[in-house]
């Protein structure tokens, strides 16, 4: 019995025994520097590969492409790395910390929201996976690959929070040398002269290119502080804001440069096909490993997602939240077969999806973000009850309506500038095709928060931030 007791002490070691709620301080491990690699491997790999083709399969070429990507990552790795300072300060997942803002029931619509955005990321990585893959051998057929490669990220994710780390770390190691080692040898092939001209694209073309870059970062925002929230409270917040940046900026500019560059070299291929005409087969193997965290930690968040809606029944949450090990891994395992099952059967319309996809969250997310920075830095300036999170009595009430009212009105104020392939707003061809709709969205919502929250006086009571959940 010592023997078993002893070992199932050890599995609790390594195996993540928390999720949801408050991280004690005698939890808390990490520096802001494990930040950098950590979301330098999260954009390192071939999902941002294909993206930068996309912004010059839309119409851009290789340079204005490549000016899109700089100026859309550091515009939306901007906004992620400010949500990333909130988790250290908070110790509890993003999309929690949201009914500071919105009420414990008013932010109920964040949770479906952000569950779909994670499984429809894991079906688009696993697609891209396999199709790296089959680039290396037809032995299995598409939908096979899909469900081989998701085995690993199960592993991953069965463990927790210091494998995902661990493997994100090796990540930015590993493929960041590959994705300069492909750069160098697509270098080594001259752009045809159409795709280097500095030629202006229209508004809206470079707008689009913009867009689908903001939203490729702040697709992160609704869970980027789900990875800081081990930090030390005391960690340095600027420290930690230039780590993330940083990590997010590099990676993701350098990999969608790749993309960028073959889709201009090589139009008539797939950006898997032109990796493994210009690197070989070894760039699409490496290629194919650098999204297993990346499906891990999606499926790891979406989790969190079934976790925070599942809390909302509070009887119930008090019943089932000790049981912490199996509480957070039943819910990753289906979300991670959610997005499996989509994948395999959603894999032949994959380019065009995705687009589309990014461009329908970019509307949802942007008036969110607004309101949740606004209130964490200008209104409460990080001071929260965290215990109030985590009850329909707590100080923020079962709906705040300032942040309800303010994220509709940012909505509303996003649609006339829309320009998707099912919607066109009717003030967007007066912009000359230029979707801005994000821009507007973000500063009218934020805008209108701060509008509302002037004057009033903040709930204090309850317990301090730190204070540890019961």
């Not at 209130?375 to 707590?394: H, I, K, L, M, N």
Request: glycine share 10%.
């Amino acid at each position: 019995m010592t023997t078993t007791t002893a070992r199932h002490g050890q599995a609790r070691r390594y195996v993540e025994n928390r999720h949801i709620e408050y991280i004690p301080p005698d939890a808390r491990h990490g520096k802001p520097w494990h930040q950098f690699f950590f979301w330098a491997g999260a954009n390192f790999n071939v999902f941002n590969v294909v993206l930068g083709g996309i912004t010059v399969s839309i119409g851009l070429t290789f340079w204005w492409a490549l000016v899109a990507i700089t100026l859309g990552t550091l515009i939306g790795a901007l906004l992620i790395a400010l949500h990333a300072s909130q988790g250290p300060k908070l110790g509890v997942p993003q999309t929690i910390q949201s009914r500071g803002q919105f009420g414990f029931y008013g932010a109920g619509w964040l949770f479906p929201a952000v569950l779909a955005l994670n499984i429809g990321f894991i079906a688009a990585e696993l697609v891209i996976q396999a199709q790296a893959m089959s680039g290396v051998t037809t032995a299995l057929t598409m939908p096979e690959w899909i469900v081989v490669l998701a085995i690993p990220s199960a592993v991953i994710g069965i463990v927790g929070y210091r494998w995902i780390h661990r493997v994100m770390q090796a990540t930015a190691v590993i493929v960041g040398v590959t994705v300069v080692v492909m750069l160098a040898q697509g270098l080594q092939h001259s752009l045809p002269a159409s795709e280097t001209t500095l030629a202006r694209p229209s508004a809206g073309l470079f707008a689009a290119g913009v867009a689908l870059l903001v939203i490729d970062m702040l697709s992160f925002g609704p869970f980027t502080a789900d990875y800081s929230r081990y930090l030390p409270k005391e960690t340095n917040s600027w420290h930690l804001f230039w780590a993330n940046y940083a990590g997010n900026i590099v990676s993701t500019v350098a990999s969608c440069a790749v993309g960028a560059y073959l889709a201009a070299l090589l139009p008539k291929l797939t950006i898997v096909g032109a990796v493994g005409q210009i690197s070989g087969k070894w760039a699409l193997v490496i290629m194919a490993f650098s999204l297993l965290n990346a499906n891990t930690f999606n499926a790891y968040t979406g989790s969190f997602q079934i976790l925070s809606a599942a809390s909302m029944f509070t009887r119930l949450w008090r019943r089932v939240r000790a049981e912490s090990v199996i509480v957070r891994v039943i819910p990753f395992l289906a979300v991670l077969a959610a997005g499996t099952v989509i994948a395999c059967y959603g894999y032949q319309q994959f380019v065009t999806n995705l687009s589309n996809f990014l461009d329908d969250l970019l509307i949802l997310l942007i008036p969110w973000s607004a309101v949740n920075l606004a209130d964490y830095f200008w209104v409460r300036r990080g001071e929260y009850d965290v215990a109030s999170f985590f009850t329909p009595d707590g100080i923020y009430g079962k709906f705040a309506w300032r942040g309800l009212l303010a994220y509709l009105i940012g909505l509303g104020a996003e649609l006339p500038f829309v320009y998707q392939p099912d919607y066109t707003g009717p003030l967007v061809s007066s912009l000359g095709g230029a979707d801005i709709s994000w821009l507007v969205g973000w500063a009218v919502a934020a805008g209108v928060y701060l509008y509302l929250a002037s004057g009033t006086r903040q709930p204090t009571r309850g317990r301090p931030a730190a204070a540890p959940v019961a």
